[in-house]
């Protein structure tokens, strides 16, 4: 069995007011303590694998499939705090053909600091661009500009990667159109192998949504936005980009294989603060707060079953019928492959019509989903075929998903 190790960085120089993942402003004294934590987090977890996660039997390391560093800002490490994390990772783990991504700011790096993480072994970066618009950028109150975007990415080619996403956001209040699109040309210009286009959403609790709330920010255009998704979705098709992803499009085999074992249903591991894990049937998250998280790991002396560490703050068995429900709501993102119904079969003991005939008759009827065979066109049948979404279908995704909650 393969893992995928996801670490999470909840540091931020600044919190930006859109954002609302697990991060923190102002606390970058704690970061020594945290790699710390997060080390010992590692060898804890490793010394408990089950013996069948091992590439080649017990003691041989637990084999991994990808890693990837998120937040947060994973690039306010230092490399040899990055140094720290991996020796610690290769004691239990067998990184050596492992997908190696890391989430960095394009204004927080430089050449220098890019040629010791690629001599480390990370091997994919993936720069939160979002936009190429100094104005837009100052309304996400992001602290880079353009300028530092090319340079990032001329600094990585120069570092040695050739494995580059950008990330963009769209539907912005008052985004026009055509600025939208000049961004996906820029991004597209700059060659990476892989983009990743989100959209705007202001959620609760965020600045971005309490000032909407108020009448202080004007709400995102849904028709605008899926204006501008579909635009994208045409400019980078016609620059030789395939969309494997509702959000996601890369060149030929560069798919980023961590976010694949998520929307596959694999089992993946998540340390840090705020992290979320699935494994062993489980689905788990750590508690939130840096210091909360550094203490638990210090000074916890319990002994708990994998995947389960100190840090452990909620977990929930998955039954079958929902392992069979998040498997459709996962790999229905994927926008060819879909789910394999033999795959589905050998999984569950049971089809995909099999496990839920009348939400696939019904999304079938409405022209939402359609079974695929890898010969094309899509036929409408099911056995031994693959079940995705219709084109049409990607921008109500949400309509589909719904229909396989209980």
């Not at 980023?256 to 694999?266: A, P």
Request: glycine letters at 8%.
């Amino acid at each position: 069995m393969l893992f995928s190790l996801y670490f999470h960085i909840p540091f931020c120089v600044h919190r930006c007011a859109y954002c609302d993942f697990n991060t923190y402003a102002g606390q970058d004294s704690l970061l020594p303590a945290y790699v710390d934590a997060l080390c010992r987090e590692i060898e804890y977890i490793g010394c408990r694998l089950p013996v069948s996660a091992h590439r080649g039997g017990a003691g041989s390391g637990g084999g991994i499939h990808t890693i990837f560093f998120g937040g947060g800002t994973p690039s306010l490490l230092t490399p040899q705090q990055f140094e720290q994390v991996f020796r610690a990772i290769r004691k239990h783990f067998d990184p050596s053909d492992a997908e190696t991504s890391l989430e960095a700011n394009p204004g927080a790096v430089s050449l220098d600091y890019l040629r010791d993480l690629h001599s480390l072994g990370f091997n994919r970066i993936s720069f939160g661009v979002q936009s190429f618009h100094p104005d837009e950028l100052r309304q996400l109150e992001r602290s880079h500009d353009p300028f530092d975007a090319f340079a990032a990415l001329g600094w990585a080619r120069r570092a040695g990667f050739d494995n580059l996403n950008l990330d963009l956001i769209y539907g912005l209040p008052q985004q026009l159109p055509d600025r939208w699109s000049a961004s996906v040309r820029w991004a597209v210009d700059l060659a990476p192998e892989h983009l990743s286009l989100y959209a705007l959403t202001l959620e609760h609790g965020t600045p971005f949504g309490r000032w909407a709330a108020r009448g202080l920010l004007p709400v995102p255009d849904p028709d605008t936005a899926a204006q501008m998704y579909e635009s994208a979705g045409d400019i980078l098709e016609a620059n030789g980009f395939q969309q494997y992803e509702i959000s996601n499009w890369s060149r030929t085999g560069r798919q980023c294989q961590h976010n694949l074992q998520y929307w596959r249903n694999l089992p993946y591991l998540g340390l840090g603060a705020g992290a979320h894990g699935y494994a062993a049937g489980v689905r788990y998250s750590n508690v939130l707060r840096i210091r909360t998280y550094i203490d638990r790991m210090t000074s916890s002396t319990a002994s708990l079953a994998f995947p389960f560490t100190p840090s452990t703050m909620n977990q929930r068995k998955v039954s079958a019928r929902t392992r069979m429900q998040e498997s459709l709501m996962l790999g229905l993102r994927l926008t060819d492959e879909g789910i394999s119904n033999a795959r589905f079969v050998e999984q569950y003991g049971l089809g995909i019509r099999d496990a839920f005939p009348d939400e696939v008759d019904d999304l079938l009827r409405l022209g939402l989903v359609e079974w695929a065979s890898d010969s094309r066109p899509p036929v409408h049948l099911g056995s031994g075929l693959r079940l995705r979404l219709t084109p049409r279908a990607r921008l109500v995704a949400n309509q589909v998903f719904i229909r396989f909650v209980e």
